[in-house]
């Protein structure tokens, strides 16, 4: 029997559990508040911070949003984070990522406040994390953790191959699941598009993370019997539907349940969590700052 772990209902017990704070918070005269800002006309980037902004309003957080043109000089930006860092009423800051071309993405994540960079981008931030005393875990790779624990998937001693090394998902999550429990515990392999031979490496896996934005890279023959396996990827392929396109995984998801003991659908997998975990950091950061 394989499960399906319903990131949904994952996410939704999430929010639950981050009513208490906000009411104490809201009581006191603290409402948590998170600004978006959205420099991009991509039509994913825009459907995300909606989404995220809808969060927001359910669960009683204030959600400023600002839009810039995507063509406006990247001063703008600059300048749009410095007022933010200075708005008491803001405890979390997101800049949806990819920036455009025009605009120094690594000079927008070191130009957000440490304390309110709720995404855990931030230079100081990834240090932390390292080191082992995270002030933000990025959402995704903690969306990845709440899920496995969910799960009763324990990766105390586990082989983990995580495929995909990015900054926002990858690295974070090898270094989350490879310090001492209560985080990880676990022997961590990154694999990338220069891994000689990704099969193999994954065959020799209990969890496998999949984070590389290919299109159903991994599929049943590549996973042994009774894996783990966690579908982080969210890629818009063509499609015979209404829309013209469908989204998938980074899982071939009919022949890995046919392998795996437990494994995320997308959507309604990893999608909610990374959502949960950004209410779940903006509601630590106003807590923290008005502590
Ligand atoms: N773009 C894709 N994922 C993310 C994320 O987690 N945070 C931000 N800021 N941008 C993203």
């Given amino acids: 029997m394989t499960t399906v772990l319903d990131g949904d209902a994952v996410a939704s017990d999430i929010r639950d559990s981050l009513t208490d704070s906000i009411d104490t918070l809201t009581t006191a005269g603290v409402t948590p508040g998170l600004a978006t800002v959205l420099m991009s006309t991509d039509p ?84 932390r994390l390292v080191r082992g005393q995270p002030r933000f875990k990025p959402c995704t790779p903690h969306g990845v953790q709440k899920l496995l624990d969910a799960a009763g998937v324990d990766p105390d001693g586990k082989e983990v191959v995580i495929v995909g090394r990015s900054e926002i998902v990858g690295k974070p999550l090898a270094n989350l699941l490879m310090q001492k429990a209560p985080d990880g515990n676990a022997t961590v392999t990154v694999c990338h598009s220069h891994t000689a031979d990704l099969a193999a490496k994954t065959r020799a896996a209990d969890i496998v993370i999949a984070a590389a934005g290919v299109p159903e890279l991994i599929d049943g023959s590549m996973l042994s019997e009774g894996a783990t396996v966690i579908d982080v990827g969210v890629n818009s392929v063509d499609a015979d539907t209404e829309k013209g396109y469908e989204l998938v995984g980074d899982v071939d998801f009919e022949s890995a349940t046919e392998k795996a003991s437990v494994i995320t659908p997308v959507p309604g997998g990893v999608g909610p969590m990374t959502r949960a975990m950004l209410l779940y950091n903006t509601v630590k950061a106003a807590s923290a700052q008005t502590g």
């Fill in 44 to 127: 994913s980037s825009e459907t995300y911070v909606s989404m995220k902004q809808r969060d927001c309003e359910e669960v009683g957080i204030n959600g400023i949003h600002v839009e810039i043109d995507a063509d406006a000089p990247a001063t703008e930006l600059y300048e749009t984070i410095e007022d933010l860092n200075d708005d008491p009423a803001v405890h979390g800051i997101l800049v949806q990522l990819p920036v455009p071309e025009h605009v120094d993405e690594r000079r927008v994540v070191r130009s957000i406040d440490p304390e309110k960079d709720v995404d855990g981008f931030h230079p100081e931030n990834v240090g």
